[in-house]
Every structure is written in C-alpha cells, then in structure tokens.
C-alpha cells in the first residue's frame, strides 16, 4: 500500500565529504498527517528536507512522494517554505505571489484572486502593490508562505516555519496549519521547538547526529511512554528522591518531575516518600512531554542542543 | 511544462521594461542623441540671417559665377558688387548697419594662390572658414583647369573606382563601408555583453537569495535558465527596436533639420547613404540573436557555479575574453575581409556575431560563408546549451566554493 504514503525515505544517506549529515533515514509520512520532524541544529533535518525537495541528491538509498516519481509529484503537489527564505526583492507582493502560482499551473487571474485573499487573511491587505523588499522581515514571511501554498498543494513541507514569527503570528500559522489539515492536506514540518511539535502534530519523527531516533504517532508514543514521569508537590525532606527506581529530577512548574527507570513502580516512591515524613501536596503520574521523551531516546546532550534557539548555533547545509 | 517558462519569461521582461534603468537606457539614449543634434541646429537657426549674407567684390572678374554658386550651396546669400574706390567703405557701412554679414575681396592673387580677404564684423566659426576657404580654392583651381582644357567637374569629382567582385557577396552596398561595419560589430559588442551578463546577474541574485530553491522545486532548471535567456532576450530586442525606431526617425526627420539650419553640414547626409539596408539590418538582428544566447547560455552557466558578485566577476573572465578577442581584431578583419585568417576567426561561432558582420558590412563576405556561419552558430548554441544547462542544474543548488574544472567536468558528465 505505497500509496497510503506522502513522503517515504529509504535508507537514505547524504554525507558531504567526511562528515556524514543524514545516516541511513527510514522515514514515512502518511497521508493527511501533520508530522513534526525534530531535532537540534545540526542534526540534519533540514539536509533531510531538501533531499526530499530533490535540491540534494542522497548518496544512498531513495525518496518517493505520493509512491512515484519524485520529480513530476513534487512540481504538481508539494509546496516549499525553505529555511533560508528567498524573495524577489523587487517584485510587487501580490506579483510575486502569483508569479509562484503561475510557475505550478495556476492561472495568473485565479493566482490574482487566491493570493488577495491570502493576504486579507494574514493581515496584509494594503501590501498587495509594494515591493517585497519594502516589508518587514516578518512579513516578508508571511508573503512566502502565502507562494509555498497558492497552488493548494497536497503535500505542505515547513522548514523551520515558525522561527522569525513573533508569538501573534505563530498562532495564526498553526491556525493556518491545523485549517490545511482539515481539508486532508498533508503537513511535513522542521522545528527544534519541542512545544510547538507538541501542540500540533500527530506524529512526530525525532532525530540526532544524522541519525532517527524514534518514529512514532505521538498519542501513542505518550501512552507508551506514561509510566515513566511523576509529577510531585512537597514539603518536608527530600533525601528519599536518591532510589533505585528514579533515574532524574527536573525542577517543573512549582514542582519537580522524577523520571522514572524502565520497570520501576511509582507506588515504591510514594510509599518511601511518605515514610521518610514527606507531606505531598501533588503526586500525578503525567504524560510525558516531547522533550523528555527526546532526552529519553537521544541522550542529555541532544537535548540540550535542542534548546538551543534557531539561528544560534549553524546549521549544516 | 511550457506554462511555467512562460511565468519566467513574462517575469524577466515585466520586470526589466518595468525598470528605471531601462526606461532610462532605452528612452533616454536616443533623446539625448537627437537632442545632440538637434539641439546645436536650434541654436545655429537663431543665428541673425545677416551674417548669412555675404557680398563678393571681384576683382579677377571670371571667379564670381563659380564662387556664388559654391556659396549658395552652402547655404549663403551672395551678391556682387562692382569694383570702385570707395567700394570697400560703402560695404564696411552695410556691414556695421547688420544688412551683410561681411565681404570677400578677390584679386589677381586669389587666381594663382587662391587667397582672398574676408571683411566681417564677427570672427566666423572654423566651419564658416573652412567653408569660405574651400569654395574660393576650388573656384580658382576650376578656372585654372579650365583654361587648359581639362574637363574639372569630371575629375574633381573625384574620379570613380568600379569594383567588379569576382565572387558573390553579401553586402551593404559597392563600397566597403567601414563606418557602419565597425559601429555595427560595437555595437554588437555593447549589447551582447550588457545583456548577457544581466543573465548572470539575475541567475546569480536567484541563487544568492535562495528564492532558486523554491522555484526549482516546481520547474526543471534547464527550464528556467531557458526562461531567464529569452525574456531577458526580449528585452534586448525591445529596446534596440525602439532605439532603430527611433535612430530612423532622427534620420529621417531629424537630419534635414540639422542641414537646413547648418547647410555647411549637408555631408552629412551621405551617412544615410552609407546606412544598411534592411536585408543587412536582418543579418545584423541575426547575429545579436545567436550571439545573445550563446553568451548568455555561457554567462548563465556562470552565475550559476558562483556564490558572490566578487567570484562571478572572476570566473566571467575566461568568457570575457572571448568576447573581446574578435572586437580587437575587428579592425584588421574590416580592413582585410577576404584574408584567409578573417575567414576562419569568422567562421569561429563565437566570434562570428562580431568578425562575420563586420565583413558583411564592409563587403567582404561570400553569400556562402555567411550561410555557413549561421549553421555554425546554431550548432554551437546547441551544444553551449547543453552544456550550460549541466553546469547550471548542478551549480544552481551548490553552495561553497566555486568548482575547480575537473569538478566542472565532472558537473557536466554527471548531470
């Protein structure tokens, strides 16, 4: 069943020179997800991305859009935002917008017609006849996202979306997002903002040092991964968080989160807590959030990284 | 797939027209053109009409007819004046008066060394003199000829040389005119590179920018560079049809209007003459075109394989220079159209835009070569598009460094 498949990455490698940027990524994006691809700065997400748009080749392995031709399925169904946006300049906005349309197949008046009322809808009513380079950064962004989707594609790929938009505009985009969604379109997006993948995804595919860490549909992943995070309020000592069951301690909100070994009971810790004279006022088994799952699968130090916000530390190409 | 070469050539030409520095190239060079030599005759016209009319006192009594004759061509009103003692008085009153401009006195010296004394009341300009100094000369040298039976017309005319050619050529016209061959291989020059480097320019601004990488996921590159080529092409041609347009215009009906306030400049006229004739003038849009796209499929190439305007300003030199090479040779090929080293440097596809029009104008090509170098030129075009369009689909998408020509070979081999 190919078919069931947006994207699908197999065993794909890409190394430039010695240093090797994607390490044999097995990777399936269903049809009519939102996915989150995640990982630090470095970590190849965007090198994954732009094999998957064909701007890199892989130096092993293979990448098929909607079960065919990656050429021919990426001009008529996908829509791009890069990381590094690009613009022309000079252009008028809504010239622009069209312009991106007319390159996939849709007529200039229809073009015309969608983008307008794209630009109503991001707020950006009187920009339609100044140039590109007269707006500000952010919303030099929007008037790109507007182009990766005029063509109404089947298959949207963000990369790094949310990174330059201030809190307002990032809600409006994952508004956007979740309206593409419902209409059945399939959404593919980079971010190392663990919140956000949280908020929006369905599934989520993380990844560290080239490599996937773990693939999974994200309620199941948190089911999965309960058990292992406690919640807890105190007063009183706390000598009775060294036990064998607890592996971690973060401070959470006003209280802490243990997070626990595999296998270990969470009623031992109670029970120890309460002998030792601990007064609890909270003590709730919690889902998981993304982040420890990541800190989890990937090692403290991936975790760390990914903390690190966008821009801060390079990407790799 | 055609839909979207079509976005890009419309963009590229929408754009470019759109733009001040064309309105500003296109519209403004040939006003400024025309404004130089309207403008001059505007002034000249305002001249007083007196200084224009001259009295003639002759005292040889036979140069008067020939003079007046010479002067009225140039544009001067004459009238004689009998020789008597105080005739020179009574001219210099109608002078001071502003009724004549001036006097010319003509004696026995004037026949045998042809000079003569002008009275004016304003030194007249180099071109008045030269004018004056000429007829005068001439009209003696007439008279002396003609005393010796000499048919003077005839052979100050000039003489004639009848150029039979022993084979068939394309050409402007009986003379080589070395004018319209050089201006036309410049100008060639000029165009092509202006052009195709704002190929490079744009192709590289798209890569720079990385807008490339979103529209090379909706079309083939070799589409796009096709795109950029042709509607920056169109431009190319927008604008030399209204420079033509308007280059005739100033001939047509700016030039009589320079002669008619300036007579002494009615040589002028005989540019037009010399200026190409519409088979020419199609020859001449042919070989802009074939030129335009193989070097602008070259300078494509570069800007693709360049990360920066520092390293294409490099890496443009190779292609450069082979541009320069046939406008450095174009005077000697002009000169010597029929030499065997003008034919094979002209039959060079990439020299033939500039070298092979420069011996059509001038009159030295055979029909045959021409129809060769044509041939040629499309099948360099082809093969320069092949190529290009490899180093272009790979190049486009690279960042880092520029690639090393073994990489470039393997660029092209692997694409």
Redesign the interface.
């Known amino acids: 069943m190919k078919g069931d498949f947006a994207v699908r990455l197999n065993g794909v490698t890409k190394r430039f020179g010695k240093h090797t940027a994607v390490d044999h990524f097995d990777f399936d994006v269903p049809r009519g997800v939102i996915c989150g691809l995640l990982g630090p700065n470095g970590s190849g997400k965007t090198t994954s991305i732009?094999m998957i748009?064909?701007?890199?080749h892989p130096d092993e392995g293979s990448v098929s859009l909607f079960g065919g031709d990656p050429d021919r399925m990426?001009?008529e169904k996908?829509g791009?935002?890069?990381e590094?946006?690009?613009?022309?300049?000079?252009?008028r906005c809504l010239e622009f917008i069209t312009?991106?349309g007319?390159?996939?197949?849709v007529p200039r008046s229809e073009g015309r017609k969608r983008g307008g009322s794209w630009l109503d809808r991001l707020g950006l009513e009187g920009s339609a006849d100044k140039k590109v380079e007269d707006l500000s950064k952010g919303m030099q962004q929007k008037i790109?996202f507007i182009?990766?989707v005029i063509h109404e594609p089947e298959l949207l790929i963000l990369d790094e979306p949310f990174s330059g938009l201030d809190p307002i505009n990032q809600d409006v985009l994952e508004e956007i997002v979740r309206d593409f969604h419902a209409r059945g379109t399939t959404i593919l997006f980079s971010t190392h903002l663990m919140d956000q993948a949280e908020r929006l995804c369905q599934r989520v595919c993380l990844i560290s040092n080239a490599r996937k860490v773990l693939d999974a549909d994200l309620k199941e992943l948190k089911a999965a991964e309960r058990r292992g995070v406690v919640a807890v309020e105190f007063e009183g000592p706390d000598d009775w968080l060294r036990g064998p069951e607890i592996e971690r301690v973060e401070v959470a909100g006003g209280g802490l989160h243990l997070i626990l070994r595999d296998g270990a009971d969470h009623q031992e810790i109670l029970k120890r807590g309460v002998s030792a004279g601990a007064r609890f006022l909270r003590f709730d088994l919690v889902e998981p959030r993304l982040h420890e799952i990541f800190v989890r699968h990937a090692g403290v130090d991936a975790a760390t990284a990914a903390g690190v916000p966008a821009g801060a530390m390079g990407e790799r190409? | 797939m055609w839909t979207n070469v079509r976005a890009v050539i419309r963009r590229e030409y929408m754009q470019r027209v759109r733009s001040r520095w064309f309105i500003a190239s296109t519209v403004m060079a040939p006003v400024f053109m025309i404004g130089l030599m309207v403008v001059p005759a505007y002034f000249a016209q305002q001249g007083d009409e007196s200084e224009r009319t001259l009295a003639v006192v002759d005292g040889t009594n036979v140069l008067y007819e020939r003079l007046a004759s010479k002067l009225e061509e140039a544009g001067y009103d004459v009238f004689e004046q009998r020789w008597h003692s105080d005739v020179v008085t009574e001219l210099r009153q109608m002078a001071e008066d502003g009724a004549i401009g001036g006097f010319i006195m003509l004696d026995e010296l004037t026949l045998e060394t042809g000079e003569a004394i002008l009275y004016a009341t304003s030194r007249p300009n180099l071109i008045r003199q030269v004018t004056l100094r000429g007829a005068i000369s001439r009209a003696a040298l007439e008279f002396q000829l003609q005393q010796q039976d000499v048919d003077v017309d005839a052979l100050l005319a000039g003489g004639e040389l009848r150029i039979e050619m022993l084979a068939e050529t394309v050409s402007g016209g009986d003379d080589p005119q070395f004018f319209v061959a050089y201006m036309g291989s410049f100008l060639l020059y000029m165009v092509i590179l202006v052009y195709a480097i704002s190929v490079m320019r744009a192709t590289l601004e798209e890569k720079t920018s990385r807008i490339v990488e979103v529209i090379i996921s909706s079309m083939e590159p070799w589409h796009l560079m096709l795109g950029k080529i042709v509607g920056v092409g169109a431009v190319s041609m927008t604008q030399m049809a209204i420079w033509l347009f308007v280059g005739g215009l100033a001939f047509v009906s700016g030039l009589p209007m320079l002669i008619a306030a300036q007579p002494e400049l009615a040589e002028l006229s005989t540019i037009r003459d010399a200026l190409p004739g519409l088979g020419v003038t199609g020859l001449f849009v042919g070989f802009f075109v074939f030129g335009f796209l193989m070097y602008s499929g070259l300078y494509a190439a570069v800007g693709a394989m360049c990360n920066s305007d520092e390293e294409a300003q490099q890496a443009q030199f190779p292609v450069l220079l082979l541009l320069v090479i046939p406008i450095v040779m174009v005077v000697g090929v002009i000169e010597n159209p029929s030499t065997p080293l003008s034919t094979g440097l002209s039959l060079f596809p990439l020299f033939t835009p500039i070298l092979m029009w420069a011996r059509v104008a001038g009159g030295g090509a055979p029909a045959a070569e021409v129809a060769l170098s044509f041939v040629l030129m499309f099948l360099a075009t082809l093969a320069i598009a092949w190529v290009a369009g490899r180093i272009y689909k790979v190049g486009i998408l690279m960042a880092g460094k520029r690639p090393t020509l073994p990489e470039l070979w393997r660029w092209i081999k692997e694409a």
């Open positions: 732009r748009m064909g701007i890199l990426r001009r996908v791009y935002l890069p590094e946006r690009g613009v022309y300049k000079k252009m312009f991106l007319e390159i996939r197949g790109q182009g990766t190409p």
